[in-house]
């Protein structure tokens, strides 16, 4: 690549950023509902039409995000299970990274469900749902990987089946826990429930779900 076509890649690339950038603000600002595509290009003080040279709709745009929140979260998930060295032990932290995230980035958190729901729609993927599906993709790995060592050392139990059904199945799970206590924490303050609380305890659930004959606390 010569030195002029690698500074024009370099400014689209700038640009491009920018534009997501802006429509980010905007989403934790406002909620992804009130984001559109002229707020984007006014946030971003860019003409409408030059956004639409970069992403081709809304969608487009959403799935951009939804990339940067996967990578951010699959950063998170390897980081949390890099620090512990039983199986069981990788999840229960994968699975406190993933509540810290959600409280930390809601916009993030809705993001990445609101890619789950789209996934199902039908027609093409455009590149940007793809990258970001992927991203997806990878995350379950990550705990796919730390079942597996859990299996291995005997902290977590040999009879859970396909283990990519396992990790979903602990997604939809954490997912919703998320979804509740991000929604509901002052209906649960009226029965005398906290937030701490309802996470701790889901968290308990999981290892008793999980837990193989070396668990610790576990007796033969």
Request: hydrophobic share 40%.
């Amino acid at each position: 690549m010569s030195y002029i076509a690698e500074r024009r890649q370099e400014e689209k690339d700038r640009r491009r950023s920018e534009i997501i950038d802006a429509a980010e603000d905007l989403y934790r600002e406002l909620g992804w509902d009130a984001v559109t595509m002229d707020s984007v290009a006014k946030r971003a003080r860019l003409s409408r039409a030059l956004v639409y040279v970069y992403f081709k709709d809304r969608n487009d745009l959403h799935f951009a995000i939804a990339l940067r929140a996967m990578e951010a979260l699959h950063a998170r998930f390897v980081e949390a299970s890099s620090r512990t060295r039983l199986g069981l032990e990788k999840i229960e932290a994968i699975g406190r990274a993933y509540v810290a995230f959600g409280h930390e980035f809601p916009h993030y958190f809705d993001a990445c469900a609101r890619l789950e729901a789209h996934a199902g729609e039908q027609g093409k993927p455009t590149p940007e749902e793809n990258n970001s599906l992927a991203v997806g993709s990878d995350l379950h790995d990550t705990v796919v990987e730390a079942l597996q060592a859990g299996q291995h050392d005997g902290t977590i139990r040999a009879d859970l089946g396909d283990l990519m059904v396992t990790s979903r199945v602990l997604w939809g799970f954490t997912h919703g826990l998320i979804q509740i206590a991000m929604t509901k924490d002052q209906a649960l303050a009226q029965k005398g429930i906290s937030v701490p609380q309802l996470t701790q305890q889901a968290i308990a659930l999981i290892r008793y779900m999980l837990a193989g004959p070396k668990a610790p606390g576990v007796t033969e």
